[in-house]
């Protein structure tokens, strides 16, 4: 393989070749990385006057400052190396599996005597993953037969040589009841224990068949040295094991390692089966989401997703069965749409499976949506509102000991955060700790621009504090002409009182009321907010004096340097030519001694 730069205005340039193309925009931020079978006609077709481009498309060519290609030798190369960056990198306007779920898996631990365990969180240098399994059950079911079948241990212990030599360990109760040979007190060599490690690898993968053939032949030769007892263990053990593949048994035994994908789609989403079949067993059954992001095709989402997924399951399919006929075969990708037989029915079942799934996310999101508002209709109802809250708007003030002072707003809709429409505040007008004075510049500047602007005020305004916070949230909308338009409120922290303009009295919420919850949360994402910034402001002007305390560092240089490099914590990573290019290499030296004079301090 190798890697070549363009502009895009030099993608007629491009070669006539399978690979793979990643678009930069103008931070060198990777936003997107395709495959084509042809680089030049690919990438060419994004910047041919849009022609059939989508809209969501044009926004993202209008970003593109940088094409880097790789060649790779065939098409099937370039899925694979499309989905490696993909996973590496994320870019924003890819495709990524959504997946609601934590799949369970078995984990084989890279130990002296291994142990085989369920578990949700993959840290690969632990040992090797099989699954992900569609259920718990499905996964238990697979280790109960693991554990019938072969003395693997269960312990934690660790059976390094010399911690067995040493002699600390007794065998246990699965010693006793015949699930373990007790390796921990040198019963078991690893010899012989990894035999039946080796076995339950079989299993793991799904080749039921290797495992069959092992039993088989212990079941022979134990009967030809007259060893009728271990015979007849064996025996028991292939008995389970038959048992077992004859109710996970789907198709015919003769179907044989293949995969299964299929895909239904809407406007927005994509929602793919994903099934592996070993000697006509079910082994893996799993469902996807893919959000849509530049209106891709459901050839397009389901390659995709089939990459992933075998990636995922580290599949080795012989051949890959869909439920849709691709435009054009790809070079190294074994790919059949079944009409009848046994095949098609496995593309049935994977449809079925992807058409519920579709089906369960619709509900899940209708039933989010009637939660949403229920919840701020009972909001409505418990504090007498004429509308339903569903833009509230809450603000929280910030200082400590009277420096820095910020407040900010947070936006809800439908009872949800909306980030877009958040507001930070640097207070101008007020002198001092002036918790109420700050809360009525806030306030009066928040309505102003909305109402300078011809935009929808809130149906509702919660102030986070008590009486005299609301009163000055109050002072600020009469100002404006703007007080009985939207109702208003203060939430009191102590008791998680709600006050109303000109009563004296609080009214009390259920504390196990969802609108309540709904308050409380608002509330604590204001003062979450606020306290951020706060942070962020008191931060760079602190590191603000240090710098103008350097000789020939003035306010301007400081304020140079933090708008550039963002935050404190990157100006101190920074490099001397980094720094240069920003305030000059003679002031860049000066900041760069006084680092490293005050490193540590």
């Known amino acids: 393989m190798q890697s070549s730069s363009f502009l895009p205005t030099d993608h007629l340039t491009l070669p006539d070749h399978p690979g793979v193309y990643k678009y930069f925009n103008e931070d060198n931020e990777l936003i997107y990385v395709g495959k084509a079978k042809s680089l030049k006609k690919r990438v060419s077709s994004y910047f041919n006057k849009n022609t059939g481009v989508n809209l969501k498309t044009r926004k993202m060519v209008k970003e593109i400052r940088r094409i880097e290609i790789t060649l790779v030798d065939s098409e099937f190369d370039a899925l694979l190396l499309e989905n490696n960056l993909i996973k590496k990198s994320h870019p924003k ?51 109960d037969l693991i554990r019938d079948l072969f003395t693997i241990r269960t312990c934690k212990l660790d059976l390094s040589p010399h911690k067995v030599a040493e002699g600390k360990y007794k065998v246990c109760l699965e010693y006793h009841i015949g699930n373990c040979q007790g390796p921990c007190v040198g019963l078991q060599n690893e010899e012989n224990y990894h035999k039946d490690v080796e076995q339950a690898k079989h299993i793991l993968k799904g080749n039921l068949g290797v495992a069959k053939s092992y039993f088989k032949q212990e079941m022979q030769m134990h009967a030809e040295n007259l060893e009728f007892e271990k015979a007849h263990k064996m025996k028991g053990k292939l008995e389970s094991l038959e048992k077992y593949q004859a109710k996970s048994l789907v198709a015919s035994p003769s179907i044989n390692n293949l995969d299964v994908c299929t895909i239904v ?69 074994n790919v059949f749409m079944p009409k009848i037989g046994d095949k098609k029915k496995l593309i049935e079942l994977s449809l079925k499976n992807a058409l519920y799934y579709k089906k369960e ?84 500047r928040r309505y102003k621009r909305l109402l300078d602007e011809s935009k929808p005020m809130p149906k509702l305004i919660v102030i986070d504090g008590g009486k005299g916070q609301l009163s000055s949230a109050v002072d600020a909308l009469k100002e404006l002409g703007v007080y009985g338009q939207m109702p208003i409120i203060g939430i009191a922290k102590r008791l998680e009182e ?44 602190a590191f603000g004096t240090q710098l103008t305390s350097i000789p020939g560092i003035g306010k301007s240089t400081a304020d140079n340097l933090l708008s550039h490099f963002k935050s404190v914590k990157k100006i101190s990573e920074a490099s001397e030519e980094e720094i240069a290019g920003v305030i000059g290499s003679s002031r860049a030296r000066t900041l760069i001694e006084w680092k490293e004079k005050n490193k540590g301090a």
């Open 93 to 143: 306007y890819n495709i990524l599996l959504r997946d609601d779920k934590t799949y369970p898996y078995l984990l084989l631990t890279k130990e002296n005597f291994p142990r085989i365990f369920p578990t949700r969180k993959m840290i690969p240098r632990k040992g090797t993953y099989y699954g992900p399994f569609a259920s718990v059950k499905a996964m238990n079911t697979v280790l």
């Open 265 to 333: 789609s809407d406007e927005k989403s994509a929602y793919v089966n994903f099934m592996r079949v070993k000697n006509g067993s079910l082994i893996t059954s799993k469902n996807v989401e893919l959000k849509k992001k530049l209106d891709e095709s459901d050839e397009q989402l389901l390659l995709t997703a089939l990459i992933q997924l075998q990636d995922q399951f580290q599949s080795d399919a012989e051949e890959v069965l869909l439920n849709i006929e691709l435009t054009e075969p790809i070079e190294g990708l």
């Open 498 to 541: 709600i006050y109303f303009p000109g009563d004296s009295y609080p009214v009390h919420i259920d504390k196990k009321s969802e609108s309540l919850r709904l308050l409380q949360r608002i509330r604590d994402e204001a003062h979450r907010f606020a306290i951020t910034f706060h942070r962020n402001v008191r931060s760079k002007n």
């Open 361 to 444: 996310k619709a509900l899940l999101v209708g039933l989010n949506q009637d939660k949403k508002d229920r919840v701020i209709r009972q909001l409505q109802q418990d504090l007498s509102l004429t509308e339903i809250p569903d833009h509230i708007e809450c603000f929280d003030n910030s200082n400590i000991q009277g420096t820095n002072p910020v407040a900010s707003m947070v936006c809800f809709l439908n009872g949800k955060p909306a980030i877009k429409e958040y507001r930070h505040y640097h207070i101008k007008t007020v002198v001092g700790p002036d918790d109420f004075a700050s809360m009525k510049e806030v306030v009066g």
